[in-house]
């Protein structure tokens, strides 16, 4: 429990002690800053005390302006954007889900009308007949002759 000062007391009490007494050997010097009061203590007794000024604490020190890596702090400001853009990206693909599903489906329809396409000609060909037959002849004179030639259709 902290001390409270007596407010009001019969006898007169002075709070700066006369030079000659402070000087004297009857009384120790009075420190700097120290002036003497009436005080009581935590048991109801009360007695004159040297009494000091409440220091006034100084404010903490800042932390140094580098105490904290470059890195960490960009890391530290990446991290909240790097998991609300996963975050948007999971509900776009949520909503796109039904659209990517239906063009998947258009893209496999695509390969199979490519792929009969293709099959087509192969297919109409051996309905045709017999396959035709082309020969072709060509003759030159010379290295840088003119060169002649001639094709039969059977």
Known sequence: MPYEPAIHHPEPITTHLPPALVS?????????????????????TRTLAYTHPTP??????????????????TTALLAPTLGGGIGAAGIGISYAAP???AMTNALWALVALI????A???????????????????????????????????
């Not at 004297?24 to 109801?44: E, K, M, N």
């Not at 604490?57 to 702090?73: F, N, Y």
């Open 99 to 101: 659209g990517l599903v």
């Open 115 to 118: 792929a009969a396409g293709a």
């Open 56 to 73: 006034i604490e100084p404010a903490p020190a800042p932390a140094p302006a580098g105490a904290v890596p470059r890195w960490a702090k």
């Open 24 to 44: 004297g050997s009857l009384l120790p010097a009075v420190p700097a800053g120290a002036d003497v009061r009436l005080v009581t203590l935590p048991d109801g």
């Open 120 to 154: 087509l000609p192969l297919l109409a060909r051996s309905r045709s007949g017999p396959a035709r037959h082309i020969t072709q002849n060509i003759t030159a004179t010379g290295l840088f002759g003119r060169a002649h030639g001639t094709v039969h259709h059977r």
